[in-house]
């Protein structure tokens, strides 16, 4: 018995080997190894031996079954990495192809700015607040400090309505709102559209954007409004500025000034950006007048501030070298889908 | 406004900085100038030349003339000037040699205009006596930054500021010595002091008339006066010093004594520029006995004017209310070099400082004039030099540096403050050309000190506050939210302006009197306030497809709806458009529904009875957060979009915030036994919306159901559509029985039947 079983495994051993497909090699395992194979058959054999004989017998049909199982496992494990080899050699895709579907939009180069500029001021505890792009005469001038006669409410600056209202010519009206709203102590900013009656050519719009800046407390000095003004450009242009402070009026303020950044591209040297005055003009700002400070419901002998405004459109423009502030509404896709 | 470096150093003792680091330092300390100009660039070398002969050249109408020079010697050039003729002094510029008209030109005669004198260029300058004049450099300064400063209107003003920075001594032009003495001689009543605070008048006799010196005449041309004559060119001289705006009156077509008076409604003044104006009772008139003979800080009258006859002159020196002057000016449309000195609020106690200094050039310029009698001066009561006390501390709190007392004592001494010194404080007395609008409050006096010791000197410091988050924007930060999605999907985000035209509204059927109205709009089809971004839309549309075949893109900006009273209401929407320009649109259509569904996933879409003419009729749907109507989608009628497929999403954002926060976010527990589905297959008309009959399954919705999806929809031969839904069933505590999902499978066919639908 033992030299038919060593036989059989002989036989399947090279049957196994030589198996030509997943079905043949399960054929075989079904015939052979199987619960009704021929190793079982020969199982059922054993009872009729001696024990010697059984024990002998016994270890042989073991080690057959063994050696078959082993070689089986071995096969099938060949068969499928093939055919995982065959599948994957089939897959190819060509990965440099653009991915079909939506291709993502772009937000317009203001609200890029905007943005940024928000959240830099959201980090030093500046609140954004809106105010109406229709305005009343008192915040618009009266509540900033400008007379009726001041020649600022010109008809030729302004967009009159009916009604006696206006079209901001500044998000200044905002202070006034915003301490009336906040309340001292305060820091806010107001980012938003405003208008001026001018004609429109590559470097004047009468739509455009500005930002408007506040902080209002116990004391706020000039020293201060300098460091924020620092603070706040180094962080819109990512390095270190120089600024300089010069006088300029804006009735709002008291006193007032024109802030100048070192110009980028000489590094102060000169050259045609400045017009050679190593210095490029940037924002108006100054302490908050005492009367802006009344209107907004605020006692300035006991608080102070700093105010400050700053061009978005002009911003966006230095940013990304736009040569013709028209673009900016113009709609043009061709345009807007660079941002 | 324009100052002579020239002039600027006459008036400052040993100015030694060149006028480029001049206008630097005006414009860190005082005023903003926008750059330097050299003025007169000829005089450089220019120097007297005689005319020894001219002599015609053949086919030119040059001549070509020798000339003696004063110092180069003799010169061969070629003249085409009228008045070049033998014996002519004039002046010689040497330009080097040029070749004109077929002869060796060695330098050139100038004109007055070439040499900057004049605007003079008839001919060649007819030169008296010696040429005494040099190149200038002019500082032209930023009028707007000069808006608050009425003494910075005039060289002596500038001088100070000039001589205050620098520490250098200032040289007053006017000598009151000068002023005429004696009972005045000229009558003068002043009926409005509210309009005319003061009016000073002086009598000069043995005038005569004609053309000024030429320092006189190139100092004017250099800061873009022109000159009229020697008496105007004198009133034109002090007004760009003082800056006192004067005017010479011929007394002898002055008819009785002067009144300053309002104007009569309807009142004519034919003025010195030839033009008539209608004047009204706003403005206020210098009149004789006969009627008006100047509007009052703004312009004379012709028919009183300085002419080569005349011998007498009535000079007016007097000071008007400036915003009185600024809206005759305005409403004239007529500003004049004296218009916009009086608009900035000049200094009525300057009046009579500006007679001596007239007295005094008068006799230059006209030797042998006699002042008769001294000035006539009537004012009402002038405003005494208000003082301010000025607090140290507070002042270095304001500056944040500590500046000290002698120090802070010495800068407003130089710009001609009085200074008590009361220890910790001081009491400062402004002078009056800083009083009358400029300086009146202790503020006004730290930004004094803070440009005089220069702003540089200050070191950023950051202030002691305590560190709190801000309050979020809510609406700022949905509306960044809703960008992001939108560019997400594909849309590119545009600006459009807020001005639209009647024919806009009009085109999209929107009543003009919803409108706000621009009074004064920058054209004319921009006169109204948008009430839709629909406007916007359009144009994006017409014009992008001029380059593109498909495109997507959105704005979110405000409309403006008229109120009865008060503000009108600005409402945030959102529109995005989509353009496609082949294909039927539907594909456009779903997008954007997509878009509103990502922007939030509740949104749903009704079928909305609302015509409007510029929608597809067949092809527009309302869009619902909850039960809040949020917004519209809809295609272009092919009549406003002619070509190709134009799809709209327009989202009222105020509403859909709302709806939005409305939504509870709230973990719902995950369902621990098995869910069982059904699907009903529904046979509809051809034009059945699938909203309809999901409204009609959820009739019948009972507790257990956890969600109705549409499947597919599925056309048959005969035109009906067979709609399909997935019903979804499920309990959070237990599985349903095979009985409880039949009892509602059969609810809801119940529901469909009964909305006149069949099973399929
Ligand atoms: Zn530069």
Same mark, same amino acid.
């Given at each position: 018995?033992?030299?038919?079983?060593?036989?059989?495994?002989?036989?399947?051993?090279?049957?196994?080997?030589?198996?030509?497909?997943?079905?043949?090699?399960?054929?075989?395992?079904?015939?052979?190894?199987?619960?009704?194979?021929?190793?079982?058959? *020969?199982?059922?054999?054993?009872?009729?031996?001696?024990?010697?004989?059984?024990?002998?017998?016994?270890?042989?049909?073991?080690?057959?079954?063994?050696?078959?199982? +082993? +070689?089986?496992?071995?096969?099938?494990?060949?068969?499928?990495? +093939?055919?995982?080899?065959?599948?994957?050699?089939?897959?190819?895709?060509?990965?440099?192809?653009?991915?079909?579907? &939506?291709?993502?939009?772009?937000?317009?180069?203001?609200?890029? !700015?905007?943005?940024?500029?928000?959240?830099? *001021?959201?980090?030093?505890?500046?609140? +954004?607040?809106?105010?109406?792009?229709?305005?009343?005469?008192?915040?618009?001038?009266?509540?900033?400090? &400008?007379? @009726?006669?001041?020649?600022?409410?010109?008809?030729?600056?302004?967009?009159?309505?009916?009604?006696?209202?206006?079209?901001?010519?500044?998000?200044?009206?905002?202070?006034?709102?915003?301490?009336?709203?906040?309340?001292?102590?305060?820091?806010? !900013?107001?980012?938003?559209?405003?208008?001026?009656?001018?004609?429109?050519?590559?470097?004047?719009?009468?739509? *455009?954007?500005?930002?408007?800046?506040?902080?209002?407390?116990?004391?706020?000095? &000039?020293?201060?409004?300098?460091?924020?003004?620092?603070?706040?450009?180094?962080?819109?242009?990512?390095?270190?500025?120089?600024?300089?402070?010069?006088?300029?009026?804006?009735?709002?303020?008291? @006193?007032?000034?024109?802030?100048?950044?070192?110009?980028?591209?000489?590094?102060?040297?000169?050259?045609?950006?400045?017009?050679?005055?190593?210095?490029?003009?940037?924002?108006?700002?100054?302490?908050?007048? @005492?009367?802006?400070?009344?209107?907004?419901?605020?006692?300035?002998?006991?608080?102070?501030?700093?105010?400050?405004?700053?061009?978005?459109?002009?911003?966006?423009?230095?940013?990304?070298?736009?040569?013709? &502030?028209?673009?900016?509404?113009?709609?043009?896709?061709?345009?807007?889908?660079? *941002? | 406004?324009?100052?002579?470096?020239?002039?600027?150093?006459?008036?400052?003792?040993?100015?030694?900085?060149?006028?480029?680091?001049?206008?630097?330092?005006?414009?860190?300390?005082?005023?903003?100038?926008?750059?330097?100009?050299?003025?007169?660039?000829?005089?450089?070398?220019?120097?007297?030349?005689?005319?020894?002969?001219?002599?015609?050249?053949?086919?030119?109408?040059?001549?070509?003339?020798?000339?003696?020079?004063?110092?180069?010697?003799?010169?061969?050039?070629?003249?085409?000037?009228?008045?070049?003729?033998?014996?002519?002094?004039?002046?010689?510029?040497?330009?080097?040699?040029?070749?004109?008209?077929?002869? =060796?030109?060695?330098?050139?005669?100038?004109?007055?205009? /070439?040499?900057?004198?004049?605007?003079?260029?008839?001919?060649?300058?007819?030169?008296?006596?010696?040429?005494?004049?040099?190149?200038?450099?002019?500082?032209?300064?930023?009028?707007?930054?000069?808006?608050?400063?009425?003494?910075?209107?005039?060289?002596?003003?500038?001088?100070?500021?000039?001589?205050?920075?620098?520490?250098?001594?200032?040289?007053?032009?006017?000598?009151?010595?000068?002023?005429?003495?004696?009972?005045?001689?000229?009558?003068?009543?002043?009926?409005?002091?509210?309009?005319?605070?003061?009016?000073?008048?002086?009598?000069? #006799?043995?005038?005569?008339?004609?053309?000024? %010196?030429?320092?006189?005449?190139?100092?004017?041309?250099?800061?873009?006066?022109?000159?009229?004559?020697?008496?105007?060119?004198?009133?034109?001289?002090?007004?760009?010093?003082?800056?006192? %705006?004067?005017?010479?009156?011929?007394?002898?077509?002055?008819?009785?004594?002067?009144?300053?008076?309002?104007?009569?409604?309807?009142?004519?003044?034919?003025?010195?520029?030839?033009?008539?104006?209608?004047?009204?009772?706003?403005?206020?008139?210098?009149?004789?006995?006969?009627? $008006?003979?100047?509007?009052?800080?703004?312009?004379?009258?012709?028919?009183?004017?300085?002419?080569?006859?005349?011998?007498?002159?009535?000079?007016?020196?007097?000071?008007?209310?400036?915003?009185?002057?600024?809206?005759?000016?305005?409403?004239?449309?007529?500003?004049?070099?004296?218009?916009?000195?009086?608009?900035?609020?000049?200094?009525?106690?300057?009046?009579?400082?500006?007679?001596?200094?007239?007295?005094?050039?008068?006799?230059?310029?006209?030797?042998?004039?006699?002042?008769?009698?001294?000035?006539?001066?009537?004012?009402?009561?002038?405003?005494?030099?208000?003082?301010?006390?000025?607090?140290?501390?507070?002042?270095?709190?304001?500056?944040?540096?500590?500046?000290?007392?002698?120090?802070?004592?010495?800068?407003?001494?130089?710009?001609?403050?009085?200074?008590? =010194?009361?220890? /910790?404080?001081?009491?400062?007395?402004?002078?009056?050309?800083?009083?009358?609008?400029?300086?009146?409050?202790?503020?006004?006096?730290?930004?004094?000190?803070?440009?005089?010791?220069?702003?540089?000197?200050?070191?950023?410091?950051?202030?002691?506050?305590?560190?709190?988050?801000?309050?979020?924007?809510?609406?700022?930060?949905?509306?960044?939210?809703?960008?992001?999605?939108?560019?997400?999907?594909?849309?590119?985000?545009?600006?459009?302006?807020?001005?639209?035209?009647?024919?806009? $509204?009009?085109?999209?059927?929107?009543?003009?009197?919803?409108?706000?109205?621009?009074?004064?709009?920058?054209?004319?089809?921009?006169?109204?306030?948008?009430?839709?971004?629909?406007?916007?839309?359009?144009?994006?549309?017409?014009?992008?497809?001029?380059?593109?075949?498909?495109?997507?893109?959105? #704005?979110?900006?405000?409309?403006?709806?008229?109120?009865?009273?008060?503000?009108?209401?600005?409402?945030?929407?959102?529109?995005?458009?989509?353009?496609?320009?082949?294909?039927?649109?539907?594909?456009?259509?779903?997008?954007?529904?997509?878009?509103?569904?990502?922007?939030?996933?509740?949104?749903?879409? /009704?079928?909305?009875?609302?015509?409007?003419?510029?929608?597809?009729?067949?092809?527009?749907?309302?869009?619902?957060?909850?039960?809040?109507?949020?917004?519209?989608?809809?295609?272009?009628?092919?009549?406003?979009?002619?070509?190709?497929?134009?799809?709209?999403?327009?989202?009222?954002?105020?509403?859909? $915030?709302?709806?939005?926060?409305?939504?509870?976010?709230?973990?719902?527990?995950?369902?621990?036994?098995?869910?069982?589905?059904?699907?009903?297959?529904?046979?509809?008309?051809?034009?059945?919306?699938?909203?309809?009959?999901?409204?009609?399954?959820?009739?019948?919705?009972?507790?257990?159901?956890?969600?109705?999806?549409?499947?597919?929809?599925?056309?048959?031969?005969?035109?009906?559509?067979?709609?399909?839904?997935?019903?979804?069933?499920?309990?959070?505590?237990?599985?349903?029985?095979?009985?409880?999902?039949?009892?509602?499978?059969?609810?809801?066919?119940?529901?469909?039947?009964?909305?006149?639908?069949?099973?399929?």
């Amino acid at each position: 018995m033992i030299g038919r079983i060593e036989e059989l495994a002989g036989q399947t051993l090279g049957r196994v080997r030589e198996a030509g497909t997943p079905e043949e090699l399960e054929a075989v395992r079904v015939e052979v190894l199987g619960r009704k194979g021929s190793l079982a058959e *020969f199982g059922k054999l054993m009872g009729k031996l001696s024990p010697e004989e059984r024990v002998a017998a016994g270890k042989a049909l073991n080690s057959a079954k063994t050696s078959l199982e +082993a +070689a089986y496992e071995l096969k099938k494990t060949a068969f499928e990495s +093939a055919a995982l080899e065959a599948r994957l050699a089939r897959e190819w895709v060509d990965l440099t192809m653009p991915p079909p579907g &939506i291709v993502p939009g772009s937000l317009h180069p203001l609200t890029r !700015i905007q943005n940024e500029i928000e959240s830099l *001021f959201f980090s030093m505890g500046f609140a +954004a607040l809106d105010g109406p792009e229709v305005e009343t005469e008192f915040h618009n001038f009266d509540a900033l400090n &400008i007379p @009726p006669d001041h020649p600022a409410r010109d008809m030729q600056d302004t967009f009159w309505l009916e009604g006696g209202h206006l079209l901001r010519t500044h998000t200044s009206p905002v202070q006034v709102r915003g301490m009336q709203r906040l309340g001292p102590p305060l820091r806010m !900013i107001a980012p938003g559209r405003v208008f001026r009656n001018e004609e429109v050519d590559p470097s004047h719009e009468h739509t *455009f954007y500005q930002l408007e800046g506040m902080m209002v407390d116990r004391e706020v000095s &000039i020293a201060h409004l300098l460091y924020f003004m620092k603070t706040l450009l180094g962080g819109i242009f990512g390095r270190e500025v120089t600024v300089r402070l010069r006088p300029g009026f804006f009735p709002f303020v008291e @006193p007032g000034f024109e802030l100048d950044i070192q110009c980028m591209v000489c590094g102060g040297e000169g050259c045609p950006v400045c017009k050679h005055s190593g210095w490029v003009e940037l924002l108006p700002c100054g302490l908050v007048h @005492p009367n802006v400070l009344r209107a907004g419901g605020i006692n300035p002998d006991e608080y102070g501030g700093f105010a400050f405004g700053l061009g978005l459109t002009r911003l966006v423009m230095m940013r990304y070298l736009i040569d013709d &502030i028209r673009w900016l509404q113009s709609g043009d896709l061709r345009f807007l889908k660079q *941002f | 406004m324009k100052f002579s470096y020239q002039w600027l150093s006459e008036l400052v003792e040993d100015l030694d900085i060149d006028a480029q680091e001049l206008a630097r330092r005006i414009t860190l300390h005082t005023a903003e100038s926008e750059g330097v100009e050299v003025h007169g660039t000829l005089l450089k070398g220019a120097c007297p030349a005689t005319v020894l002969s001219v002599e015609p050249i053949a086919n030119s109408h040059n001549g070509k003339a020798e000339v003696e020079t004063e110092a180069y010697g003799r010169k061969t050039l070629v003249c085409g000037a009228p008045n070049c003729r033998e014996g002519l002094r004039t002046v010689y510029v040497p330009l080097g040699v040029k070749r004109v008209s077929g002869i =060796d030109s060695d330098g050139m005669l100038a004109s007055a205009a /070439e040499l900057g004198i004049s605007g003079d260029d008839e001919g060649v300058l007819e030169l008296e006596g010696e040429l005494n004049l040099e190149a200038d450099t002019i500082i032209e300064i930023d009028n707007k930054s000069l808006t608050h400063r009425p003494d910075l209107w005039g060289h002596y003003g500038m001088a100070r500021e000039v001589a205050a920075v620098l520490g250098k001594p200032l040289v007053d032009p006017v000598s009151l010595e000068m002023l005429p003495q004696g009972p005045g001689a000229v009558g003068v009543e002043i009926r409005e002091y509210g309009l005319c605070p003061r009016y000073t008048a002086q009598l000069f #006799e043995g005038v005569k008339v004609g053309p000024s %010196p030429l320092w006189l005449q190139y100092r004017l041309e250099s800061i873009g006066l022109r000159t009229i004559n020697n008496i105007v060119d004198v009133t034109n001289w002090i007004l760009a010093e003082l800056p006192q %705006p004067t005017h010479a009156f011929d007394a002898d077509k002055i008819r009785g004594r002067i009144l300053v008076r309002r104007a009569e409604e309807g009142e004519k003044l034919l003025a010195l520029n030839g033009e008539e104006y209608v004047l009204t009772a706003e403005d206020l008139v210098i009149a004789d006995e006969g009627g $008006a003979i100047a509007i009052a800080g703004v312009i004379g009258g012709k028919d009183s004017a300085i002419g080569p006859e005349t011998t007498r002159v009535v000079f007016e020196s007097a000071n008007f209310h400036a915003s009185a002057v600024r809206k005759t000016s305005a409403r004239l449309k007529l500003r004049t070099d004296a218009s916009m000195r009086f608009e900035k609020a000049q200094d009525p106690h300057n009046t009579l400082r500006a007679i001596a200094r007239a007295a005094e050039l008068f006799e230059l310029v006209s030797p042998g004039v006699v002042a008769v009698g001294g000035p006539t001066d009537v004012h009402g009561e002038l405003a005494a030099a208000p003082v301010i006390p000025l607090d140290l501390g507070w002042l270095k709190r304001k500056l944040g540096r500590e500046i000290e007392k002698q120090e802070v004592i010495g800068i407003l001494e130089r710009l001609a403050f009085g200074v008590a =010194d009361e220890g /910790e404080a001081l009491a400062v007395t402004v002078p009056s050309w800083r009083a009358t609008k400029d300086i009146s409050i202790p503020d006004d006096l730290v930004e004094e000190v803070g440009r005089m010791v220069g702003y540089e000197t200050i070191p950023p410091v950051a202030p002691a506050m305590p560190v709190t988050p801000p309050p979020v924007n809510l609406e700022r930060r949905f509306y960044n939210e809703l960008r992001g999605v939108a560019s997400q999907q594909g849309f590119t985000e545009v600006y459009n302006y807020s001005f639209v035209s009647e024919a806009q $509204a009009a085109r999209l059927g929107v009543p003009v009197e919803g409108h706000v109205r621009v009074l004064n709009p920058i054209a004319s089809d921009q006169g109204l306030l948008r009430t839709t971004l629909l406007h916007g839309v359009l144009k994006n549309f017409e014009e992008n497809r001029k380059h593109f075949d498909e495109f997507r893109f959105f #704005e979110i900006g405000k409309e403006i709806h008229k109120q009865p009273e008060g503000l009108p209401r600005e409402l945030g929407h959102l529109v995005a458009g989509l353009y496609a320009h082949g294909g039927d649109g539907v594909a456009g259509l779903r997008e954007l529904q997509r878009l509103a569904r990502a922007m939030a996933p509740g949104m749903r879409f /009704e079928p909305t009875a609302e015509v409007r003419a510029y929608e597809h009729p067949l092809r527009s749907v309302n869009v619902y957060l909850g039960e809040a109507l949020v917004g519209r989608i809809f295609e272009f009628h092919p009549r406003w979009m002619e070509e190709g497929r134009a799809a709209v999403l327009d989202l009222n954002l105020g509403p859909l $915030a709302c709806a939005m926060a409305g939504i509870a976010k709230q973990y719902q527990p995950v369902r621990r036994y098995p869910a069982s589905e059904f699907d009903l297959s529904v046979l509809a008309g051809e034009r059945t919306f699938a909203g309809t009959v999901e409204k009609a399954l959820g009739s019948a919705r009972g507790e257990a159901v956890e969600r109705i999806e549409f499947l597919t929809e599925y056309e048959l031969p005969d035109g009906r559509r067979s709609l399909s839904f997935r019903v979804t069933v499920a309990r959070q505590d237990r599985t349903l029985t095979q009985e409880e999902i039949s009892a509602q499978r059969e609810a809801m066919i119940g529901a469909i039947r009964e909305a006149g639908f069949e099973l399929r």
